[in-house]
């Protein structure tokens, strides 16, 4: 089964390059997986319906083709497939007539239409899902196959992207069968857990103690939400309006999705759940009473409809309605019957939605109002859709009819059974429903075949096109298994019987109980309704003009697509509202929100708990004095911050605070975090005064007084409340701080005595690559908001340096001009074989320091050694590969800061998102070779060695994920200083005379800006 699955989705990633070749011939490449998979299924017969030894099973058990493999072990999900009577016959019917619509693909579109790849894929891998759905052994894996099938049918539904009514109809059919699907989950968490196990076999077994032990009102409200989620993916009533609306899809979908796979889903899951749980409190009414207003209504919709497809699609709708109260009457004999109906409705709707296809595709139209003729254009077509259109009405000797007469047989003991613990008086009703809504379809099927075929009197016979084989084949072979079906039902009772004896209890025989499946019962009460029906249909159909006008005098009361309008409409009013009261674009209404939130309730909480504060508290730690200094200069440093009106001052300002967190650091003994505290607050301050320089310098527009007073209590209430959820937090530890083992492990499983650098690329490497993946994706964010072109990694000067020209230029012009000014600059070199600190012959003088330079020339290579060292030092000393990137990328923002961007580019003749790339890659790499070698990812290897001149020689695999961590950051520093240093750069020297809209940089003349001559 798990081959299959996996052919199935591999095909599908593979599908669009196939159709780029053979394209709508590729349709039949891939008909051959689920053909294939059908074959197999075939050879699986032996072992789901015998026993292990290979003897015959008794009638009333199956056996279970059963692969499981261990996923998710700490929540109990596991990859757990069975495959029992029940999932073999709906594989049957998943992949047959999979196989047969991608088919009837092939000739149904043209080689000219859009994106076949794409609906390939996705029709092939819809096939895989259901098949995963159905015979998934684990409620929380169903439930993945599940959302798969939403998510598949959503694009399948949507494949007319210009379509304003598909696209329409893909989102509707998505949000109704997500939110039922949602309610499912809740259903099957709450059912898994009260069962202890998801496995949905054990589940079954242990079902009869569910629903009568402690937790059964848990278990009747599990069954009650999965049940929504059937309903709403079989389109029951209230939700039955998505499924009508999804006939905007083209015609293979319909035939597959909504009359044999998917909306079949919802009644396998009544099915799979009923032989345990449909003794359940609120079970039959759910079943019966929404699977009967749902075929009525379906029935009755339909008797309405003048596009032929929507004569199906709400035939659809009620034709789910009656199997879901068939197969979930939790009878025997209805067991049998649902299983009978379920096969015969997927081939003969499957037949009659091909069939529209074909009409359609050769017509041009499905209006039965210009329809007129077809039958004498294309006599084998009629044929094909006769026998469909017979199936579904219930005439013998087709499938439908041995199906319903089963479905009558056992509603009629349903229906006059005296057992005091029966239906009582509804089952009469139930009974008088079921019929009613038999005659519908009959007279619905007959209107089909004279909308469809007939000669109208007063309309012109329909241009027919020929109707090639190849384009038939698909229905044609549907209708026949359809009569063979009706005149030998032997084969299928087989297969249902064992399913059927699922109900028996208390070593009743099974098959006197679920009778069988036969064309032939004699003169019995069901036969005498199914006359009954054929009557009142036939009179139905030939009443049609009275029918339709008595339908034309009753008022749509209730209509689900415009109630589900309305409510999709009141959603967005209400988010609109909320959107315009929320989202003002005030930056102070949006912390006050948030600071508000953040501080109300964990306070509440607190005072909820009325705990009282832990013992040993005290202000200032008596071994270290000097935190009271350290904590004043924070105190201090927010002060100023805050009463600052300079946007420089008040960045140093909050520098001043990082630093003091860095002291308080280090006084507690965490030299690594104080280390790497200095660094980002460094490298965070260099960032905001690159940036600044695009800003006014002054702080204007800041909040006014009136809120100054909310602003300071609101503040001071967050950080108070925040110091004693702190307090409370530390004190309310009960078990031993896992921190306490960190040493041991990082010694013995790390190899390294610096607790936080193992911590970081060995015992969480998996957090450490997400948090550096982020990183990358951060600059890449950063860097697509800067450039536009490209990521700034070459030269892209835009005014000559050289010379004072002011303007824009041609890309080609600008590199030769950058190239021209570092060329001179170079001539000035003390070396000409080694050039350093050339580019700053290119900043202007007024932006040229001396002594900056000189400083710069005496620290960068020191600065680069010492990240080196910190790099390779940091798995037993303080360091490692953040603080070491960090510190080579101050080296770099010197000698940005001393020689310009033109030096930038000569230090860094490596791009910054290639430096990203390598980094991600060297961390990825170092995870994903100790499997390779039959470890686990990221699995750390202590090598000692010794080496001449070095001695004894410890190394740890895990300082290469260090060094991709060193990589990242060094890129992430660079792309920081070309985005917001080098491309700002660039802008001033493009406009020299405004570069804050009119307002010149602060101390230096407008003439002179970025213009200083090399």
Same mark, same amino acid.
């Given at each position: 089964?798990?081959?299959?699955?996996?052919?199935?989705?591999?095909?599908?990633?593979?599908?669009?390059?196939?159709?780029?070749?053979?394209?709508?011939?590729?349709?039949?490449?891939?008909?051959?997986?689920?053909?294939?998979?059908?074959?197999?299924?075939?050879?699986?017969?032996?072992?789901?319906?015998?026993?292990?030894?290979?003897?015959?099973?008794?009638?009333?058990?199956?056996?279970?083709?059963?692969?499981?493999?261990?996923?998710?072990?700490?929540?109990?999900?596991?990859?757990?497939?069975?495959?029992?009577?029940?999932?073999?016959?709906?594989?049957?019917?998943?992949?047959?007539?999979?196989?047969?619509?991608?088919?009837?693909?092939?000739?149904?579109?043209?080689?000219?239409?859009?994106?076949?790849?794409?609906?390939?894929?996705?029709?092939?891998?819809?096939?895989?899902?259901?098949?995963?759905?159905?015979?998934?052994?684990?409620?929380?894996?169903?439930?993945?196959?599940?959302?798969?099938?939403?998510?598949?049918?959503?694009?399948?539904?949507?494949?007319?992207?210009?379509?304003?009514?598909?696209?329409?109809?893909?989102?509707?059919?998505?949000?109704?069968?997500?939110?039922?699907?949602?309610?499912?989950?809740?259903?099957?968490?709450?059912?898994?857990?009260?069962? %202890? =196990?998801?496995?949905?076999?054990?589940? !079954?077994? #242990?079902?009869? $103690? /569910?629903?009568?032990?402690? &937790? @059964?009102? *848990?278990?009747?409200?599990?069954?009650?939400?999965?049940?929504?989620?059937?309903?709403?993916?079989?389109?029951?009533?209230?939700?039955?309006?998505?499924?009508?609306?999804?006939?905007?899809?083209?015609?293979?979908?319909?035939?597959?999705?909504?009359?044999?796979?998917?909306?079949?889903?919802?009644?396998?899951?009544?099915?799979?759940?009923?032989?345990?749980?449909?003794?359940?409190?609120?079970?039959?009414?759910?079943?019966?009473?929404?699977?009967?207003?749902?075929?009525?209504?379906?029935?009755?919709?339909?008797?309405?409809?003048?596009?032929?497809?929507?004569?199906?699609?709400? %035939? =659809?709708?009620?034709?789910?309605?009656? !199997?879901? #109260?068939?197969? $979930? /009457?939790?009878?025997?004999? &209805? @067991?049998? *019957?649902?299983?009978?109906?379920?096969?015969?409705?997927?081939?003969?709707?499957?037949?009659?939605?091909?069939?529209?296809?074909?009409?359609?595709?050769?017509?041009?139209?499905?209006?039965?109002?210009?329809?007129?003729?077809?039958?004498?254009?294309?006599?084998?077509?009629?044929?094909?859709?006769?026998?469909?259109?017979?199936?579904?009405?219930?005439?013998?000797?087709?499938?439908?009819?041995?199906?319903?007469?089963?479905?009558?047989?056992?509603?009629?003991?349903?229906?006059?059974?005296?057992?005091?613990?029966?239906?009582?008086?509804?089952?009469?009703?139930?009974?008088?429903?079921?019929?009613?809504?038999?005659?519908?379809?009959?007279?619905?099927?007959?209107?089909?075949?004279?909308?469809?075929? @007939?000669?109208?009197?007063?309309?012109?016979?329909?241009?027919?096109?020929?109707?090639?084989?190849?384009?038939?084949?698909?229905?044609?072979?549907?209708?026949?298994?359809?009569?063979?079906?009706?005149?030998?039902?032997?084969?299928?009772?087989?297969?249902?019987?064992?399913?059927?004896?699922?109900?028996?209890?208390?070593?009743?025989?099974?098959?006197?109980?679920?009778?069988?499946?036969?064309?032939?019962?004699?003169?019995?009460?069901?036969?005498?309704?199914?006359?009954?029906?054929?009557?009142?249909?036939?009179?139905?159909?030939?009443?049609?003009?009275?029918?339709?006008?008595?339908?034309?005098?009753?008022?749509?009361?209730?209509?689900?697509?415009?109630?589900?309008?309305?409510?999709?409409?009141?959603?967005?009013?209400?988010?609109?509202?909320?959107?315009?009261?929320?989202?003002?674009?005030?930056?102070?209404?949006?912390?006050?929100?948030?600071?508000?939130?953040?501080?109300?309730?964990?306070?509440?909480?607190?005072?909820?708990?009325?705990?009282?504060?832990?013992?040993?508290?005290?202000?200032?730690?008596?071994?270290?004095?000097?935190?009271?200094?350290?904590?004043?200069?924070?105190?201090?440093?927010?002060?100023?911050?805050?009463?600052?009106?300079?946007?420089?001052?008040?960045?140093?300002?909050?520098?001043?605070?990082?630093?003091?967190?860095?002291?308080?650091?280090?006084?507690?003994?965490?030299?690594?975090?104080?280390?790497?505290?200095?660094?980002?607050?460094?490298?965070?301050?260099?960032?905001?005064?690159?940036?600044?320089?695009?800003?006014?310098?002054?702080?204007?527009?800041?909040?006014?007084?009136?809120?100054?007073?909310?602003?300071?209590?609101?503040?001071?209430?967050?950080?108070?409340?925040?110091?004693?959820?702190?307090?409370?937090?530390?004190?309310?530890?009960?078990?031993?701080?896992?921190?306490?083992?960190?040493?041991?492990?990082?010694?013995?499983?790390?190899?390294?005595?610096?607790?936080?650098?193992?911590?970081?690329?060995?015992?969480?490497?998996?957090?450490?690559?997400?948090?550096?993946?982020?990183?990358?994706?951060?600059?890449?964010?950063?860097?697509?908001?800067?450039?536009?072109?490209?990521?700034?990694?070459?030269?892209?000067?835009?005014?000559?340096?050289?010379?004072?020209?002011?303007?824009?230029?041609?890309?080609?012009?600008?590199?030769?001009?950058?190239?021209?000014?570092?060329?001179?600059?170079?001539?000035?070199?003390?070396?000409?074989?080694?050039?350093?600190?050339?580019?700053?012959?290119?900043?202007?003088?007024?932006?040229?320091?001396?002594?900056?330079?000189?400083?710069?020339?005496?620290?960068?290579?020191?600065?680069?050694?010492?990240?080196?060292?910190?790099?390779?030092?940091?798995?037993?000393?303080?360091?490692?590969?953040?603080?070491?990137?960090?510190?080579?990328?101050?080296?770099?923002?010197?000698?940005?800061?001393?020689?310009?961007?033109?030096?930038?580019?000569?230090?860094?003749?490596?791009?910054?998102?290639?430096?990203?790339?390598?980094?991600?890659?060297?961390?990825?790499?170092?995870?994903?070779?100790?499997?390779?070698?039959?470890?686990?990812?990221?699995?750390?290897?202590?090598?000692?060695?010794?080496?001449?001149?070095?001695?004894?020689?410890?190394?740890?695999?895990?300082?290469?994920?260090?060094?991709?961590?060193?990589?990242?950051?060094?890129?992430?520093?660079?792309?920081?200083?070309?985005?917001?240093?080098?491309?700002?750069?660039?802008?001033?020297?493009?406009?020299?005379?405004?570069?804050?809209?009119?307002?010149?940089?602060?101390?230096?003349?407008?003439?002179?800006?970025?213009?200083?001559?090399?």
């Amino acid at each position: 089964m798990i081959t299959v699955l996996a052919v199935h989705f591999a095909v599908a990633a593979v599908a669009p390059f196939l159709f780029r070749k053979f394209r709508r011939n590729s349709f039949y490449a891939l008909a051959a997986v689920p053909a294939g998979s059908f074959v197999w299924l075939l050879f699986q017969h032996g072992a789901v319906y015998q026993g292990a030894a290979g003897q015959e099973a008794p009638s009333s058990t199956g056996s279970a083709v059963t692969e499981l493999l261990p996923w998710i072990p700490e929540l109990k999900i596991e990859l757990a497939f069975r495959m029992d009577p029940l999932a073999w016959i709906m594989s049957l019917l998943v992949l047959g007539v999979g196989a047969l619509v991608l088919v009837y693909c092939a000739r149904y579109f043209k080689n000219k239409d859009s994106d076949l790849g794409g609906f390939g894929a996705q029709l092939l891998a819809f096939a895989g899902a259901m098949f995963g759905l159905v015979t998934a052994d684990d409620l929380l894996l169903m439930f993945i196959f599940w959302e798969l099938t939403t998510v598949l049918s959503y694009l399948l539904i949507g494949y007319a992207r210009t379509r304003l009514s598909a696209r329409r109809s893909a989102l509707q059919a998505l949000m109704v069968t997500t939110a039922g699907g949602l309610a499912m989950l809740v259903g099957l968490i709450i059912l898994g857990f009260s069962a %202890g =196990t998801y496995r949905i076999s054990s589940i !079954l077994e #242990m079902a009869p $103690g /569910l629903a009568t032990g402690p &937790a @059964a009102g *848990a278990v009747a409200a599990a069954v009650v939400l999965i049940l929504i989620g059937a309903v709403t993916k079989s389109a029951l009533i209230p939700f039955h309006f998505w499924l009508p609306g999804a006939m905007a899809a083209p015609t293979p979908v319909s035939a597959y999705l909504h009359a044999a796979a998917m909306v079949k889903v919802g009644v396998y899951l009544v099915a799979r759940l009923a032989p345990g749980f449909a003794e359940t409190a609120y079970w039959l009414p759910m079943v019966l009473g929404l699977g009967l207003a749902t075929m009525l209504v379906g029935g009755y919709r339909a008797l309405r409809q003048t596009d032929i497809k929507l004569i199906l699609a709400y %035939g =659809t709708v009620s034709q789910l309605g009656f !199997l879901t #109260m068939v197969v $979930g /009457l939790g009878k025997p004999d &209805a @067991a049998l *019957a649902g299983l009978a109906l379920l096969l015969a409705h997927g081939l003969f709707k499957a037949t009659l939605f091909l069939v529209v296809g074909i009409i359609d595709h050769q017509s041009g139209t499905r209006d039965l109002r210009k329809l007129s003729g077809v039958y004498k254009s294309s006599r084998a077509l009629a044929v094909v859709a006769a026998i469909g259109a017979a199936s579904m009405a219930g005439i013998p000797p087709l499938a439908g009819f041995v199906a319903k007469e089963s479905v009558f047989e056992a509603f009629v003991h349903y229906g006059t059974s005296t057992d005091p613990a029966g239906p009582g008086a509804w089952g009469p009703v139930v009974l008088a429903g079921l019929v009613l809504g038999s005659i519908l379809t009959f007279a619905y099927s007959a209107r089909f075949m004279w909308g469809a075929f @007939a000669s109208k009197p007063g309309i012109e016979p329909t241009p027919f096109k020929a109707i090639k084989p190849s384009f038939l084949a698909a229905p044609a072979l549907l209708s026949l298994l359809t009569i063979v079906y009706g005149l030998w039902p032997a084969p299928v009772d087989g297969w249902i019987q064992p399913y059927a004896a699922e109900f028996v209890h208390d070593g009743g025989d099974p098959a006197s109980a679920a009778g069988h499946l036969a064309l032939w019962h004699g003169l019995t009460p069901a036969l005498g309704l199914t006359a009954l029906t054929f009557a009142f249909g036939i009179a139905m159909f030939y009443g049609r003009g009275i029918v339709a006008r008595a339908q034309g005098r009753v008022p749509a009361w209730v209509d689900g697509d415009r109630a589900y309008q309305m409510t999709i409409g009141a959603l967005d009013d209400v988010a609109v509202w909320v959107t315009g009261r929320t989202q003002r674009g005030s930056l102070f209404f949006y912390l006050s929100v948030i600071l508000t939130v953040a501080f109300a309730l964990p306070l509440t909480a607190l005072l909820i708990a009325g705990k009282p504060l832990p013992e040993g508290l005290y202000f200032i730690d008596p071994n270290s004095p000097l935190q009271l200094v350290a904590g004043a200069g924070i105190v201090i440093g927010a002060l100023a911050a805050v009463r600052a009106n300079k946007r420089f001052l008040a960045v140093l300002m909050v520098s001043v605070t990082g630093y003091g967190i860095a002291l308080m650091f280090a006084l507690q003994g965490a030299p690594d975090l104080a280390l790497t505290q200095m660094l980002v607050e460094t490298i965070i301050l260099v960032a905001f005064v690159l940036a600044m320089r695009s800003l006014p310098a002054e702080l204007r527009d800041r909040t006014g007084g009136k809120y100054r007073v909310i602003r300071v209590i609101i503040g001071v209430a967050f950080g108070i409340t925040m110091i004693f959820v702190a307090i409370y937090a530390m004190g309310a530890r009960v078990a031993t701080p896992v921190a306490l083992e960190f040493p041991r492990l990082a010694y013995e499983g790390g190899g390294g005595l610096n607790i936080v650098n193992v911590t970081l690329v060995d015992i969480r490497a998996w957090d450490t690559f997400g948090e550096i993946s982020v990183l990358a994706l951060a600059a890449t964010g950063v860097a697509s908001l800067i450039f536009v072109k490209g990521r700034g990694d070459g030269l892209r000067a835009s005014s000559s340096v050289a010379e004072g020209t002011v303007g824009r230029r041609s890309h080609a012009g600008q590199s030769s001009r950058d190239s021209a000014a570092l060329a001179l600059s170079r001539k000035f070199a003390a070396s000409t074989r080694d050039a350093w600190l050339v580019a700053g012959r290119t900043m202007a003088p007024e932006r040229r320091s001396i002594i900056f330079e000189v400083v710069t020339r005496l620290v960068f290579h020191s600065m680069i050694v010492f990240s080196i060292y910190l790099l390779l030092a940091g798995h037993n000393l303080p360091g490692g590969g953040f603080a070491g990137g960090l510190t080579a990328g101050l080296a770099l923002t010197i000698r940005y800061l001393a020689g310009g961007r033109f030096e930038l580019r000569e230090a860094t003749p490596v791009g910054a998102g290639t430096l990203l790339g390598i980094g991600l890659a060297t961390a990825a790499a170092s995870g994903v070779v100790p499997l390779l070698l039959g470890g686990q990812v990221f699995q750390s290897a202590i090598i000692e060695l010794w080496l001449p001149v070095f001695g004894d020689i410890k190394f740890v695999t895990s300082t290469i994920f260090d060094i991709g961590v060193y990589i990242v950051v060094v890129g992430l520093v660079l792309d920081v200083l070309r985005s917001l240093g080098a491309e700002i750069d660039e802008h001033f020297e493009e406009n020299p005379a405004g570069e804050t809209e009119g307002q010149e940089p602060e101390g230096v003349p407008a003439e002179t800006t970025g213009r200083g001559k090399a």
